[in-house]
């Protein structure tokens, strides 16, 4: 299967490029960005050209993998789906939700495959987990904590200068990672509220279908020394918590593009695939919603 990157930042950079190169399952065919000098560098560090005419990328390969900003990802990925390519997404999907919809209606009309890429959905140790624990079932209680220290005063992260997640803050860059967990596990959220913490810091409760809550602590600005991410599950097997991550995202990125060829190949959406990016955007923005009302929003 061929395919394209379309994105040249740090993400493209340190995880998808070497990525696409390495995947045995895919050719690395070339690589689009929005700054053409930025595409021919990279694509000269992979021996792959760069694309300063996007839809002749898309014509020549299967596939395109997106490590954009939320803001122009959902228009170039309903324009990869519309010349047929199948879309490796990154998390969100977007920022508004017809604009995601946009993007799922577009896999549909057609018939192209999607994955999202979550980091801790295709972790070595976490995919069994959370796939464990959604067959185990019996949960009566969940807790994520996603405190990133991106904008913290002593950050050295290379997605600072990220304006989208300036503008957005950790609801839309964290929340989707805790979401990716606690859904498959604890079925879909029904109702959201959303409080305000320090900073962009937000804390959610979350009612699930399944008649269990959760409750979500989400910063980009936490103090190093008090950073960091965990999660349990409370209910009748008793208490349970996420394993640490042991690996970085380019061994997720593999998982995420094993995904994405089976997809393709069998015709079966994938259970983390432009849909359930939707659904991650629409609790999200009834997150947003919940911080301006104050009180809680049903889904």
């Known amino acids: 299967m061929r395919i394209g ?5 740090p993400w493209a950079e340190r995880v998808h490029a070497p990525v696409l190169a390495e995947h045995p399952d895919f050719e690395f065919a070339g690589v689009w960005g929005r700054r053409p000098e930025a595409a021919a560098a990279l694509g000269e560090a992979h021996g792959v050209p760069g694309h300063q005419d996007l839809d002749r990328l898309l014509a020549e390969v299967d596939a395109v993998s997106i ?8 228009d170039l990925a309903v324009r990869a789906a519309e010349a047929g390519c199948h879309l490796l997404l990154d998390k969100p999907v977007a920022l508004t939700v017809p604009d995601a919809r946009r993007v799922l209606q577009a896999t549909q009309a057609h018939d192209v495959a999607s994955v999202v890429f979550f980091t801790v959905r295709f972790g070595g140790d976490q995919l069994p987990w959370i796939e464990k624990q959604a067959a185990t079932g019996g949960w009566f209680t969940g807790r994520s904590d996603w405190l990133g220290s991106v904008f913290a005063a002593d950050s050295t992260s290379p997605y600072a200068a990220s304006p989208w997640r300036q ?4 609801l839309w860059d964290v929340g989707p990672h805790a979401l990716s967990v ?3 596990v604890l079925g879909d959220a029904v109702q959201v509220t959303a409080v305000a913490g320090p900073r962009d810091t937000v804390h959610l409760v979350l009612r699930h279908a399944g008649g269990a809550s959760s409750t979500l602590a989400l910063s980009l600005t936490t103090p190093l020394a008090g950073g960091g991410t965990g999660m349990e599950l409370r209910g009748e097997s008793g208490v349970v918590h996420l394993p640490e991550r042991g690996e970085g995202p380019l061994a997720a990125l593999h998982r995420a593009l094993d ?4 997809s393709a190949r069998t015709g079966e959406p994938h259970p983390c695939g432009a849909a359930f990016g939707l659904r991650v955007v629409e609790i999200l923005a009834a997150a947003e919603r919940s911080l301006a009302a104050g009180g809680p929003v049903e889904l």
Request: charged residues 15%; neutral net charge.
């Open 5 to 9: 990157l379309l994105g040249t930042g």
């Open 67 to 74: 490590a954009l900003p939320p803001t122009v990802q959902a």
């Open 167 to 170: 503008e957005k803050g950790a």
């Open 182 to 184: 606690l859904l498959p």
């Open 259 to 262: 995904a994405l060829r089976d």
